[in-house]
């Protein structure tokens, strides 16, 4: 048990530290949606109300280069498929009334999902959910608006090596993901799928279709010795 | 792009989070299910990290990321604390780049 305790990050300080990258994005988001012809109501409005960095950045990519506005919904909409994945692993921990699980959908995103699964019991759960929902959705929208403005003097996030950082933090995240044996055969297929599929499918495909690796939790017996995550679902 | 087209992406994406969340999630389910459902950050997230860290648009490479995100899950390995693991991951990323 220390052990993974261990290996689960401190949510709030994580949270903080993932929200400051993604602020970081979140005004390159900023100066790429206004170069892409979006007023800067559009820009801020985007970050507000669909609130998935990918998606956002593929639909003002598509219609940077000359893209229709339906090539542009679905490349963004190809991208935000895996948050419905993502919502049903989340959904024993956010339990409660329908307006509490409404709101809360609304921060169902890679970030959120990872800092509250990566935890060990359910109140650890919620408070990284929130925590980095919350931490992400202040940064990313503040880094949105900071950009559409103009106040692009960070520059390229990528000088600073800031594109790697969120791969970076999942792997932290992913740890306790790969402690039991289900898990660590989900994790391999998943990537080998998404790897595969990669060159062949559109963006967004590819991570989505990783969920087929779930599978393997229909194996018979289950592991017992790693099956934390799934008892505590079943209960 | 045009409000309504903004609109109907906000309205898209929110429909993916809500399905999941609500009107999926919440039921009582088969055990196996549940175990097939509680794999899906397992499955998911390492090939988000694949995808990020391995792949341009629709190619394969192999650059900077893949040194810097190599030095995240040593350091990970090694228990090193989150934002440590993530500034290795940015900053080995930054000076590969900067090198190369």
């Known amino acids: 048990m220390s052990k993974e305790n261990e290996?689960?990050?401190?949510?709030?300080?994580?949270?903080?530290?993932?929200?400051?990258?993604?602020?970081?994005?979140?005004?390159?988001?900023?100066?790429?949606a206004v170069a892409s012809g979006l007023s800067v109501a559009q820009a801020v409005a985007m970050s507000l109300l669909v609130f998935t960095g990918a998606s956002q950045f593929a639909a003002v990519g598509v219609i940077e280069s000359g893209g229709s506005t339906g090539a542009a919904l679905g490349s963004a909409l190809l991208?935000?498929?895996?948050?419905?994945?993502?919502?049903?692993a989340l959904s024993p921990t956010l339990t409660g009334r329908l307006p509490f699980r409404l709101l809360a959908s609304h921060l169902v995103i890679d970030e959120s999902t990872a800092m509250s699964t990566a935890q060990v019991d359910l109140a650890s759960r919620r408070r990284g959910f929130w925590a980095a929902g919350i931490s992400v959705f202040v940064f990313w929208n503040l880094g949105t608006l900071v950009g559409a403005l103009g106040g692009d003097a960070i520059g390229d996030p990528e000088r600073f090596g800031l594109d790697a950082a969120f791969p970076a933090g999942f792997v932290a995240l992913v740890v306790p993901h790969l402690e039991s044996i289900d898990g660590r055969l989900a994790a391999l297929m998943g990537t080998v799928i998404a790897l595969v599929l990669v060159p062949v499918a559109p963006a967004g495909v590819p991570v989505l279709?990783?969920?087929?690796?779930?599978?393997?939790?229909?194996?018979?017996?289950?592991?017992?010795?790693?099956?934390?995550?799934?008892?505590?679902v079943a209960t | 792009m045009s409000w309504p087209a903004l609109l109907a992406l906000a309205g898209g994406a929110y429909a993916f989070k809500v399905l999941g969340l609500v009107v999926f999630g919440g039921r009582e389910l088969p055990i196996r299910l549940s175990r097939c459902i509680a794999l899906l950050p397992a499955a998911l997230l390492p090939a988000l990290i694949a995808v990020q860290t391995l792949s341009t648009d629709d190619r394969w490479v192999i650059d900077a990321r893949a040194v810097g995100v190599g030095a995240a899950?040593?350091?990970?390995?090694?228990?090193?604390?989150?934002?440590?693991?993530?500034?290795?991951?940015?900053?080995v990323t930054a000076a590969v780049r900067a090198l190369a």
């Open chain 1, 79 to 88: 991208l935000a498929a895996r948050n419905g994945a993502y919502g049903l």
């Open chain 1, 7 to 32: 290996a689960s990050p401190d949510p709030l300080t994580a949270s903080i530290v993932l929200g400051l990258a993604v602020g970081v994005f979140g005004i390159s988001f900023g100066v790429l």
């Open chain 1, 209 to 232: 279709a990783a969920a087929a690796a779930v599978l393997i939790g229909l194996r018979n017996p289950p592991s017992s010795a790693g099956s934390s995550v799934a008892t505590e």
């Open chain 2, 73 to 91: 899950i040593l350091a990970a390995w090694r228990r090193a604390p989150f934002p440590v693991v993530i500034v290795v991951g940015a900053a």
